[in-house]
């Protein structure tokens, strides 16, 4: 059974570091675009960081730019979200998502609707 499963969320003091991780099992990294999704309590989903197919490209929100970086582990079959310098507008579930990357092993996207896997979401709060 193909299953994207997020870890790595908690409860943090505004200024400190996260890093999630987003484990994939039944799918192969480089048929696949990873983004990394974002939802506020009252707020829609938000796109914060998508690393292309190919691992080449990645992009960010202008919210975190500067602050998260994303990676990934082809070994592990394991994308990463690191989160530095953490606000507490940062709070939010996060969720991870695949895009089939097809013939476009580069394109890198924060649109939600592209997207055709999802994981559960794991849940961080920023707060003193």
């Known amino acids: 059974q193909s299953q994207v499963v997020e870890s790595g969320g908690g409860l943090v003091q505004p200024g400190g570091s996260l890093r999630l991780s987003c484990a994939l099992s039944?799918?192969?990294?480089?048929?696949?675009?990873t983004g990394w999704f974002r939802q506020a309590p009252g707020k829609e989903r938000e796109g914060v960081s998508c690393?292309?197919?190919?691992?080449?490209?990645?992009i960010y929100a202008d919210s975190v730019k500067g602050r998260f970086t994303i990676s990934r582990d082809r070994a592990k079959n394991t994308v990463y979200l690191q989160l530095n310098s953490l606000k507490p507008e940062d709070t939010a579930i996060y969720y991870c998502?695949?895009?089939?990357?097809?013939?476009?092993?580069?394109?890198?996207?924060?649109?939600?609707?592209?997207?055709?896997?999802w994981g559960q979401g794991t849940p961080v709060t920023v707060s003193s």
């Open positions: 690393i292309s197919a190919s691992g080449e490209r990645t």
């Open positions: 998502a695949l895009r089939r990357s097809g013939t476009q092993p580069t394109y890198v996207s924060l649109d939600d609707d592209e997207y055709d896997y």
């Open positions: 039944g799918f192969q990294l480089p048929h696949y675009a």
